[in-house]
């Protein structure tokens, strides 16, 4: 494999960039100019894929046989924790996949075999024409976007960010490859990357799965990715040890305003093509065969039902002759569709409804009625079905062997292999960026007393971040990543090796002086829209870190800072008390590559240089996260391209400004939206059983917690009590909370439930500031004015709740339910308002 180091080119970004079009064609989409002759805008692009003459009659003849129901079937993906294999066998579905967080028997520690079992079992189903008639093979989906990072022991890549701070091409071929293998190890066809989105707001929570700001390196990438999944066409094109790649998520999703995930991109169509299409046309002119459509608005339109750009632009004009599929149960959000009705999303050129959750089935049914009645034209659904076919016969699924009789299949030493990690490892060294090395502190001698301390030191789902294992990346520990190693456990295995020590303490404290503290902190993990943010300030209004940071300089011990997150942030305090400062972003399960440069060897030569520079220009203040507004009135802390190697001159002052303009209201804080905000998590109580929520469904005693669809994916808890024992939830965080900027009259804890039932007679209402701190309040006369089995909002006064016993400065929990009773309570929103106009309930 390629592990060479490529120089950075240092790329200037502005409203109108220019891009060449290598391999494309004209074409005559054009962009207007003020009346005069448009130049091409979208590309003809000529895929090295052809059209096989004999491939396309095949597929002629077969839908002559299909039936409408079996066309329909090929068109529906749901997802495994809603079907059966009985319910393959009957509907004969063209795909399935499984989300984030799902796993075979619903096990996040299920074995290589077992998710080889289901893929041989849903295969197996599915050439099965006994009940359905008909023998189309299936295909598995998945979001193996860091490497298999659904399954336990796999090898974990840094996730995009980190790739695009390495600038290299050729390794991020080699890590799509290493992916290839290791999800065809356990029978699966089809990953779901890669992801090209272009990030231009750093708010948004999807910042980490966009490669870089430049478009350029986007479109390079794209190419690799899909060459490295798909293989080359000629050569290993869909071979037995490759998948097949979906290119996502078509287009605009990094342009939302305000960095909304599934928000809307108000933009014109130059800068659509310009900054967010360039993943597409890199990644059709390797061959890619599938492409994801998009959750985002473009002006208003959803993507799911944009016709113009599912089908002019990608279909008619870019000439993809692949197909499109949904994104999960992104059709629903179509004006005047539901999840399980939605013909207009099939007319605008979706071709396949990603339908996860029981709406398969209604879908599945009034689609074929729509058909029926002429709402969606049966040509339409005879273009959907051909393209499905034509991507299964390509991947030569109706050739190849069932999953489990494959040649990688049931190979588990590939699995994380030392050739794998390897590769991953190596991505690590390139993606890291030094921002600051005060005196040439790094690299360090590894003969010295190392203090290794902060949150992120010994944890590897933290340095992991989001899509790993879970869905958010959360409930994972370090037992988690068989073979993985965290940033600690790197630097200690070098260290002890050189004759040093390295001794972890991740609050920091010591008996022993220490000759050099390396402290590692940053984001917790998210993802998607559970990671947008409303301003860059890292860990504004309780930055814990910054003291440890403070209190180690105090002592007399030279800092050196790893920060670990998905999106450059707003960190002046902190680099003002660092000594080097390095953005390690997301590096994935091979911590030890993190040693590998920031260490000298035992001999004291440079082991490896800092070569990654940032992907993303870095913010001069909280507020500076839209990349359109930087320029050279509103300039960044450091530029995109901008990265120190060993020797040179640190550029960052020392005293970097630790204030910043203030909002004139303090900005809402998000406790649960569509998920647990961290530091929040949802913890779960009954009797003495106490256990923090992390499956999609989880019981603890008599009480049972489980994630449901509101609006989006899993954006709900209902929460139900079984009586008997006293059961409760609550909103606890590791650390106290410091929230007395909500201490004003207006402030208020917003929540809106759902109640069904009548409500019992005692129900708590509790929030904690300690052992003996906090209100615990009878609420259930303020329930029962809105138990009407709708949503509704309560509204609770934090004025009135310090007044009753709430230290606002020291929060632990913020809002708990409590009761013995029999009873269902349900909720999708729950913050902290700064200026409400609701009436509010004062609690005394």
């Not at 929570?205 to 390079?220: F, L, V």
């Not at 009797?687 to 005693?701: A, H, P």
């Not at 209402?765 to 309560?794: F, H, M």
Request: charged share 20%.
């Amino acid at each position: 494999m390629v592990l060479q180091t490529i120089h950075w080119r240092k790329s200037a970004i502005a409203t109108a960039v220019l891009i060449t079009l290598a391999g494309c064609s004209e074409a005559p989409e054009t962009a207007a100019n003020d009346g005069q002759q448009a130049q091409p805008l979208w590309p003809a692009i000529q895929s090295p894929v052809d059209k096989n003459a004999e491939m396309e009659q095949r597929i002629t003849d077969m839908l002559a046989q299909m039936t409408l129901e079996q066309k329909i079937a090929q068109m529906i993906q749901p997802e495994i924790r809603d079907i059966t294999v009985e319910d393959m066998r009957r509907y004969g579905f063209g795909s399935y996949l499984n989300g984030g967080g799902a796993f075979p028997n619903d096990d996040k520690y299920a074995t290589p075999q077992d998710w080889i079992q289901l893929a041989e079992d849903m295969y197996q189903a599915s050439v099965d024409d006994s009940l359905d008639g008909i023998n189309i093979p299936t295909m598995w989906g998945t979001d193996a976007v860091h490497g298999h990072n659904n399954v336990i022991g796999a090898t974990i890549v840094p996730h995009n960010i980190g790739l695009g701070a390495a600038n290299n091409p050729d390794l991020i071929e080699d890590i799509a490859t290493v992916t290839a293998r290791e999800v065809m190890v356990t029978g699966i066809d089809w990953v779901f990357a890669p992801t090209v989105a272009n990030a231009q707001n750093l708010r948004w929570g999807r910042t980490y799965e966009s490669y870089s700001e430049d478009p350029d390196i986007i479109k390079a990438y794209s190419a690799s990715i899909v060459r490295g999944l798909q293989g080359t066409v000629g050569k290993d094109f869909l071979s037995e040890q490759r998948v097949i790649s979906t290119v996502k998520h078509f287009v605009g999703d990094g342009a939302t305003t305000d960095g909304i995930d599934q928000g809307n991109a108000e933009i014109d169509e130059q800068t659509l093509y310009e900054l967010h299409a360039q993943g597409y046309v890199g990644g059709l002119n390797a061959g890619a065969q599938t492409v994801m459509a998009s959750f985002n608005s473009w002006n208003g339109v959803k993507i799911h039902g944009h016709d113009y750009l599912l089908t002019d632009v990608l279909k008619q004009q870019m000439g993809f002759d692949g197909f499109v599929v949904g994104d999960w149960n992104g059709h629903g959000q179509i004006d005047g569709c539901r999840n399980d009705n939605c013909p207009q999303a099939a007319n605008a050129g979706l071709d396949m409804y990603m339908v996860p959750t029981a709406a398969w089935k209604p879908l599945y049914e009034n689609l074929i009625q729509q058909v029926r009645d002429g709402v969606i034209a049966e040509s339409r659904v005879d273009d959907a079905v051909r393209r499905i076919l034509r991507v299964k016969m390509r991947a030569g699924l109706f050739d190849k062997a069932s999953p489990a009789q494959r040649p990688l299949a049931g190979r588990t030493e590939l699995i994380g292999s030392a050739e794998h990690r390897a590769v991953a490892r190596e991505a690590v060294r390139q993606s890291l960026v030094l921002l600051k090395n005060h005196d040439q502190l790094l690299p360090l001698d590894p003969k010295q007393r190392i203090l290794v301390a902060g949150s992120g030191a010994d944890n590897i789902g933290q340095q992991s971040g989001g899509w790993t294992i879970s869905w958010q990346g959360t409930g994972n520990t370090n037992d988690d990543f068989p073979g993985g190693t965290s940033i600690y456990q790197g630097i200690a295995k070098q260290v002890a090796a050189a004759g040093g020590e390295a001794v972890l303490s991740v609050d920091g404290s010591f008996t022993e002086q220490p000759d050099v503290a390396v402290v590692v902190f940053g984001e917790q993990p998210y993802a998607e829209g559970n990671g947008d943010i409303d301003n860059l300030d890292y860990q504004r209004g309780n930055a814990t870190d910054l003291e440890l940071l403070r209190r180690l300089k105090a002592a007399g011990v030279p800092v050196v800072t790893l920060f670990i997150s998905g999106r450059p942030m707003w960190v002046n305090p902190e680099l003002n008390a660092s000594d080097a400062f390095v953005a390690v972003w997301l590096p994935g399960s091979e911590g030890e590559g993190v040693a590998d440069v920031i260490l000298r060897d035992a001999n004291g030569a440079v082991q490896y240089d800092f070569v990654g520079r940032l992907p993303f220009s870095w913010p001069a203040d909280p507020n500076q996260a839209n990349r359109m507004l930087i320029d050279a009135q509103n300039p960044p802390l450091l530029p995109v391209g901008f990265g120190l190697s060993y020797g040179d001159a640190t550029t960052l002052s020392d005293a970097l400004p630790e204030t910043y303009e203030a909002t004139v209201e303090t900005a809402d804080l998000a406790i649960f939206d569509r998920a647990p905000q961290a530091p929040w998590l949802l913890e779960l109580q009954s009797g003495e059983q106490k256990q923090i929520m992390e499956s999609s469904v989880q019981s603890v005693g008599t009480l049972t917690a489980r994630t449901f669809d509101d609006q989006v994916q899993e954006d709900a808890r209902r929460i139900q009590f079984g009586g008997g024992d006293t059961a409760s939830f609550q909103f606890v965080t590791p650390f106290p909370r410091d929230l007395r900027a909500y201490s004003d009259a207006n402030a208020a804890l917003q929540v809106t439930v759902k109640l069904d039932g009548e409500v019992p007679e005692d129900v708590a209402l509790w929030l904690s500031c300690g052992a003996d701190c906090g209100v615990d309040a009878n609420i259930s006369e303020q329930l029962q004015a809105v138990a009407d089995n709708s949503w509704q909002t309560l509204s609770f006064n934090v004025q009135c709740l310090q007044q009753a016993g709430l230290d606002l400065g020291a929060v632990a929990s913020v809002f708990g339910v409590r009761t013995a009773a029999e009873w269902s309570f349900s909720f999708n929103d729950v913050r902290l308002v700064a200026d409400s106009d609701a009436e509010a309930i004062c609690l005394q």
